[in-house]
């Protein structure tokens, strides 16, 4: 795989362990001696000048420059790991499109676990404020894996797995 690069996007509600499973999968993948790049949607966003806002604009524009730039590293050989919400299933399609192998992590967490464990404050603040506010989540219809949280040893497992075996398309 390291060859050919891949892109694993990540993707569930804020709070469901993206970032979690992300850095576990990142950790096993350099065990394995895989060359690893992690773009966490919250630093890219914080890296950019100026950050990009949360109107429907500046995410669709944000979320274009996330696909294009995992997709530029996994055309260099790189493993390129994307915990990052992405509202829109059309978003994670554009990147999917981009990218040489792409695999779809969904972290299936319920709305009252993530609030629950919402470290950054988001679900506390008015619902206007919430990123993402006013955009329903599209849940992936087919993600190649399922994850259960940050914590899913079975999802990592898996998620290692097939990007040994080449990804998907």
Do not use: N
């Not at 690069?5 to 999968?25: E, F, N």
């Not at 790189?78 to 554009?94: K, M, N, S, Y």
């Amino acid at each position: 795989m390291s060859a050919r690069g891949c892109v694993v996007w990540l993707t569930g509600l804020p709070s469901s362990g993206k970032s979690t499973l992300a850095l576990r999968v990142r950790s096993r993948l350099i065990e394995a001696g895989q060359t690893v790049a992690l773009l966490d949607g919250d630093a890219v966003r914080a890296a950019l000048v100026p950050p990009p806002g949360y109107d429907d604009a500046a995410r669709d524009g944000f979320y274009a420059t996330l696909g294009k730039l995992a997709a530029l590293l996994a055309r260099q050989g790189l493993i390129v790991l994307v915990p990052a919400t992405a509202h829109r299933r059309g978003w994670r399609e554009q990147a999917r499109g981009l990218a040489p192998a792409f695999l779809e992590v969904y972290v299936r967490t319920d709305f009252d676990e993530c609030r629950r464990r919402d470290t950054k404050g988001l679900y506390h603040r008015s619902p206007a404020a919430l990123p993402g506010a006013g955009i329903t989540y599209e849940p992936p219809p087919a993600p190649d894996v399922s994850a259960g949280g940050g914590h899913d040893d079975g999802a990592v497992a898996t998620i290692v797995k097939l990007i040994q075996q080449g990804g998907s398309t």
